[in-house]
């Protein structure tokens, strides 16, 4: 499995360590051709807590 690289922005601060990013981007509708505003929100673990709410950062996927 390749490893993701992931650009989510910062939308909130889920508690100790942890933050909440969102990704999002475009999806062409099959039937009607128009693209739509997706989105998908990920859990991420910030060990040093250094992140703040609103910034851009990287994410990469793991095995689990």
Not at 2 to 29: F, R
Request: proline fraction near 2%.
């Amino acid at each position: 499995m390749a490893v993701k690289n992931i650009k989510v922005k910062v939308i909130s601060k889920a508690g100790d360590k942890t933050v909440v990013g969102e990704a999002s981007g475009l999806k062409l509708h099959p039937t009607y051709k128009k693209y739509i505003k997706v989105s998908k929100k990920y859990m991420i673990h910030d060990e040093s807590n250094s992140v703040k709410v609103g910034d851009e950062i990287f994410i990469k996927s793991s095995k689990i």
